[in-house]
């Protein structure tokens, strides 16, 4: 118990030790951990003492972090090419260990080998070797504790994914992306107006968003690889709410054009709008089922806001959610079968889940202030949006509620978090 | 009464326009009769009646383009020096609508306010209006940006109701993104709950 409280703080401390990403502002504090942990050693990897980043560290955290795994403490370096004595890792408490290396090209770029091994039956899990420019070895090492967390858990790996998120800074605005991690953040967009509902492409290629920076909300796509960015969405009135198609070819979103908040449909290029909704209330917060068939969505129509969903057409609308008088921001499971959302409850906005099959409601968060949830690509986390001391911070917790971390800042508010798809 | 400044400047205009037709004066009388104190009380009938003359005096001023450019010049002058926009006592520099917790109503206090600004963009059809609802900090940032649509389509029916063009205003929100209060009180909260009029 004890070693394990150690190296979380190693682990904390490590995040902190960068100088070169003295920037990275998000810092995670780990605050509950899962049942039925898988103990595993991450040896330090050969040569990653000269390299930007430690993959070792960043692999551990990861894993850590996720509520899974039990680091047994391995802080001798181990190659990926060594023997490994199986049977004495075995006797300390390790099911698995990871070994590896770094290599610096000539080129520049790194190469990252690993091996994972299983010290019940000294068998090796898996193991590969990859080339990565500098600016990717965190996300190399990502990759391999995604490699790690899919091979013991049998579930896929979501810390080689970004996140993105509305940084408020004194008067600046900023959009960002980052590591799933927070770490390494990059601005998309920075604006003296507000900014909010970020939404990825489901290539992860894009970002849709509102921004406020023409005294009104307006509906831009930006791509992340150039900054060339198109405006969705500058109609008459409000222009809010994006929510991707899961094929990527259109959106939909709120329009005020007609009067009332709405729902509409739009292709991604910013043409062919149709109005889906026809309700004398507020109708926004689309948000496609994985199988891109319905749009669940927020409605006041029947008094207080609660959850609907309706068919592509606008047709066969259903409520969703029946407890509570204040039910807002659906997020569909990527399985289709959970439904993430904001409840207020005795004054307080909290995080539920509610089991779609069953019906079954499950409050996932603790604090009072909460907003935007949004799944990770596994479904095994929501990430969203709570406040801290009067400050934004993210919050991640499993959807069993078992787990929980926070990605703080220390300088700044953060709100809207929305967390990317897998990508390659 | 700063009301009777805003009568000098019609009573103004209304000579220009009297000098290409006599029919137009005949036409303009009832809209300056209700620049008066008594706007509060103003109905309907009277709105759909001003929309009747505006477009009555602009097929005039097409039809003269001499006098048009006369007028605008006058219009001009007035602006610089006597529109009522910029009287800063005035029932036009009121330019907030405050709404009760969870209300989308515009209440009865707001009403003068409203007409007001409905008699001025009726008779300056050139002007156009931003409405830009607010709610207060609580809740998502969705669902309060279409909550601050409510309160700003409230004021915009309310101005078109008394016969302000649709092309003139323009509905928007700004959710909870641009508070006027910080701070997590009822003071906060109720000064944020609001829509302003932009000129």
Not at chain 1, 315 to 329: A, E, L, M, P, Q
Not at chain 2, 37 to 44: D, E, F, L, M
Not at chain 2, 124 to 149: F, P, W
């Amino acid at each position: 118990m004890i070693k394990s409280c150690l190296l979380r703080r190693v682990a904390v401390l490590s995040l902190l030790s960068f100088p070169l990403f003295a920037q990275a502002q998000l810092r995670i504090e780990i605050s509950g951990v899962g049942a039925n942990q898988i103990p595993i050693a991450i040896a330090k990897f050969a040569d990653e003492d000269g390299a930007p980043h430690s993959p070792s560290n960043i692999i551990r955290s990861d894993l850590e972090r996720s509520g899974a795994f039990r680091l047994i403490d391995a802080p001798e370096v181990i190659a990926d090419n060594a023997p490994i004595q199986a049977a004495n890792w075995k006797s300390k408490g390790a099911d698995a260990i990871v070994v590896g290396r770094i290599n610096k090209l000539a080129n520049g770029r790194f190469e990252l080998r690993y091996r994972l091994v299983d010290t019940l039956r000294g068998t090796e899990l898996s193991s590969f070797v990859m080339t990565v420019q500098p600016q990717f070895l965190r996300f190399g090492a990502h990759k391999i504790a995604n490699d790690i967390f899919y091979k013991l858990t049998g579930v896929p790996g979501a810390f080689a994914t970004r996140i993105a998120y509305i940084v408020k800074a004194g008067t600046e605005n900023r959009l960002e992306i980052a590591d799933s991690d927070g770490e390494s953040p990059i601005a998309v967009t920075r604006s003296s107006e507000p900014l909010i509902s970020p939404s990825w492409s489901p290539d992860g290629t894009k970002l849709a968003y509102v921004s406020f920076e023409r005294k009104k909300p307006i509906i831009f796509i930006q791509e992340l690889a150039n900054s060339k960015r198109i405006v969705l969405a500058d109609f008459k009135g409000s222009n809010s709410a994006p929510a991707w198609a899961p094929d990527g070819k259109s959106l939909a979103m709120a329009l005020s054009r007609d009067g009332q908040t709405q729902i509409y449909l739009i292709e991604a290029d910013g043409s062919n709008v149709r109005r889906l909704t026809n309700s004398s209330g507020i109708d926004t917060e689309p948000r496609f089922a994985p199988d891109g068939q319905t749009i669940y969505f927020t409605s006041d129509r029947n008094g207080g806001p609660q959850i609907f969903r309706m068919n592509l057409d606008g047709s066969d609308v259903k409520r969703v959610t029946f407890n509570g008088s204040y039910n807002i921001s659906p997020r569909v499971s990527p399985d289709g079968k959970m439904l993430a959302y904001i409840s207020r409850r005795e004054g307080k906005f909290q995080l539920y889940i509610l089991d779609l099959t069953n019906s079954q409601e499950l409050r996932l968060s603790e604090t009072g202030h909460d907003e935007s949830p949004s799944f990770a690509p596994n479904g095994k986390y929501i990430m969203y949006a709570t406040s801290t001391a009067g400050r934004g911070a993210l919050a991640v917790v499993s959807t069993d509620g078992r787990v929980r971390y926070n990605l703080s800042s220390k300088v700044g508010n953060i709100r809207e978090p929305t967390w990317g798809p897998f990508t390659n | 009464m700063r009301s009777s400044k805003f009568f000098a400047v019609l009573l103004a205009s209304v000579m220009v326009l009297s000098a290409c037709s006599s029919v137009q004066l005949d036409k303009k009388a009832p809209v300056e009769d209700r620049t008066g104190s008594n706007a509060a009380t103003t109905s309907s009938n009277d709105s759909a009646k001003t929309g009747a003359a505006n477009d009555g005096s602009a097929d005039s001023r097409a039809g003269d383009k001499n006098a048009q450019n006369n007028q605008n010049a006058q219009n001009n002058q007035n602006a610089q020096n006597t529109d009522p926009l910029n009287d800063a006592t005035g029932m036009l520099a009121k330019r907030s609508v405050y709404f009760d917790f969870d209300s989308y109503v515009v209440k009865d206090e707001f009403k003068p306010v409203i007409e007001a600004h409905s008699q001025y963009l009726i008779k300056n059809t050139d002007r156009k209006i931003v409405i830009q609802g607010n709610t207060d900090e609580r809740g998502g940032s969705e669902y309060n940006l279409a909550l601050g649509q409510k309160r700003a389509e409230a004021v915009r029916r309310a101005l078109n109701f008394l016969g302000v063009a649709d092309s003139q205003i323009e509905a928007v929100s700004f959710g909870k993104e641009k508070p006027k209060a910080t701070g997590s009180n009822e003071a906060a909260w109720a000064e944020n709950r609001r829509a302003d009029i932009v000129y």
